[in-house]
């Protein structure tokens, strides 16, 4: 979840967040502040991108990640996505066996915060061979990937994206809230099992010191990004920089 685009409008809020950032992680207590700014301004103020690649995860006028979740599963229509009910959603494998994912908790009075809220369908991708799924905790949220021809199912914390030759898949998120981690990595793809190639040194996941935004794969070989921290995007004077990932063959360098 990226906020920063919204503080740009608020530049009391940037000061605020800049002078409480260090002190409120220090406590533990930053998604507190981040919630108590949610609950202040009106969720009719705000657009959220919820992933870091242009058009995934996109729900521009919907301010609640897991609403924009669902109302992207409802433009799938595919015989092997079938949304049971409210708290079940059943994904068929090309063997025919079929892959349920349930809530984690029914009253949500009584749930943890590392329970799976709901999951949903963002896409479906590779020939509707790997699904891509989102899974939304009490705080912040994850994804998954699953292939439907082997049954491996794969946790991750950023959005799965793959390589146009399907042999590389990054997964990546951006999270300043600190209620999910960011990350920024890349693995090899080998019938379906991935191998971690790449991971971005952003500092601690939790309170990083930099995210991947406006991530595209301009090849197989080449991935464009923008590089962005909290002071670069609420000062206009000191734009975030554009950064590039190129394969070598033996592995990823930054550009």
């Known amino acids: 979840m990226d906020l920063c685009p919204v503080f740009k409008e608020f530049p009391l809020l940037s000061s605020l967040l800049q002078y409480f950032r260090s002190e409120l ?17 009106s969720q009719s103020l705000l657009a959220f991108h919820w992933g870091p690649f242009p058009g995934r995860y996109d ?24 949304r049971v009910s409210e708290k079940k959603l059943d994904v068929v494998l090309l063997s025919g066996e079929i892959r349920s994912f ?20 963002l896409e479906v991708v590779g ?20 292939d439907r021809k082997t049954g ?22 951006t999270d300043f809230s600190a209620f999910s981690p960011t990350v920024l990595q890349i693995y090899k793809v080998i019938d379906g099992a991935i191998e971690l190639e790449y991971k971005a040194d952003v500092g601690d996941e939790w309170s990083a010191d930099w995210g991947a935004e406006a991530i595209v794969w301009q090849s197989s070989s080449v991935i464009t990004f ?21 394969y070598n063959g033996k592995g990823w360098e930054v550009f």
Do not use: M, W
């Open 127 to 146: 020939d509707s061979r790997y699904v891509v799924l989102g899974k939304q905790f009490g705080e912040g949220g994850a994804f998954s990937l699953l």
């Open 59 to 82: 729900c521009p006028e919907i301010a609640n990640s897991y609403e924009c979740a669902l109302s992207l599963e409802q433009k799938i229509n595919l015989p092997f996505i079938q």
């Open 152 to 173: 491996a199912y794969h946790k991750l914390i950023g959005y799965p994206v793959f390589s146009p030759d399907g042999k590389k898949l990054i997964e990546a998120y």
């Open 226 to 246: 923008t590089k962005v921290t909290i002071d670069c995007s609420i000062n206009e004077s000191a734009p975030c920089e554009n950064k590039s990932l190129k």
């Open 25 to 41: 992680l220090r406590k533990n207590c930053f998604s507190i502040f981040i919630s108590a700014f949610l609950l202040i301004y």
């Open 102 to 121: 349930i809530n984690a908790y029914d009253d949500p009075a009584t749930f943890q915060i590392d329970e799976t809220l709901g999951y949903s369908i």
